[in-house]
T-cell receptor
């Protein structure tokens, strides 16, 4: 049973560029959440997708946007990159059917470096 | 708003010693609480979770945690540390958003160092 997968593993961009990160959820999961983990910090919630719609959002600017596809996979897009966007981006999947006690399973993350 | 406080950014123990990692939460509603572990250059792995059933929760790798409502705590323990336990540990509280979907609010983490 494949777990949560993310691509790419590492990415280097320059300020002002745009980036797209990808996530495939664990088999049987239909909800995808994205988190940003800055160096030395705990993960911070960015947003969550279910049925191809953004269901809730954390305190992140509109430069951060996302998408969920019919097969439940998801993308995170960041426009106009800033140095402060350098972080590990984690994708987590869960099952809406178990929403009241859902466990979020995390992927290995994408390390984004903005120069 | 829910929040989590992890006391001690670093905890050092000797191999075979008791591990105690502290977590206190703030929540206006009954919380769900989680402990995750992160090894270097990896994602987060669930150790255990509390979802209002038994207050003493047993997880993987010999870890357990006890939910104490009166103390708003959910400390993580392991009777005997192993070298392979060296990692970053995160406590998280699950908070339903306006839509009813759960999201995780994490603490700042505690790095566990295990010496021979």
């Amino acid at each position: 049973d494949a777990g949560v997968t993310q691509s790419p593993t590492h990415l280097i961009k320059t300020r002002g560029q745009q980036v797209t990160l990808r996530c495939s959820p664990k088999s049987g999961h239909d909800t995808v959440s994205w988190y940003q983990q800055a160096l030395g910090q705990g993960p911070q919630f960015i947003f969550q997708y279910y049925e191809e719609e953004e269901r809730q959002r954390g305190n992140f600017p509109d430069r951060f946007s996302g998408h969920q596809f019919p097969n439940y996979s998801s993308e995170l897009n960041v426009n106009a990159l800033l140095l402060g966007d350098s972080a590990l981006y984690l994708c987590a999947s869960s099952s809406r059917a178990m929403a009241s006690t859902d466990t979020q399973y995390f992927g290995p993350g994408t390390r984004l470096t903005v120069l | 708003a829910q929040s989590v406080t992890q006391l001690g950014s670093h905890v050092s123990v000797s191999e075979g010693a008791l591990v105690l990692l502290r977590c206190n939460y703030s929540s206006s509603v009954p919380p769900y609480l989680f402990w995750y572990v992160q090894y270097p250059n990896q994602g987060l792995q669930l150790l255990l979770k509390y979802t209002s059933a038994a207050t003493l929760v047993k997880g993987i790798n010999g870890f357990e945690a006890e939910f104490k409502k009166s103390e708003t705590s959910f400390h993580l323990t392991k009777p005997s540390a192993h070298m392979s336990d060296a990692a970053e540990y995160f406590c998280a509280v699950s908070t339903p958003g306006d839509t009813g979907f759960q999201k995780l609010v994490f603490g700042t983490g505690t790095r566990l160092l295990v010496s021979p």
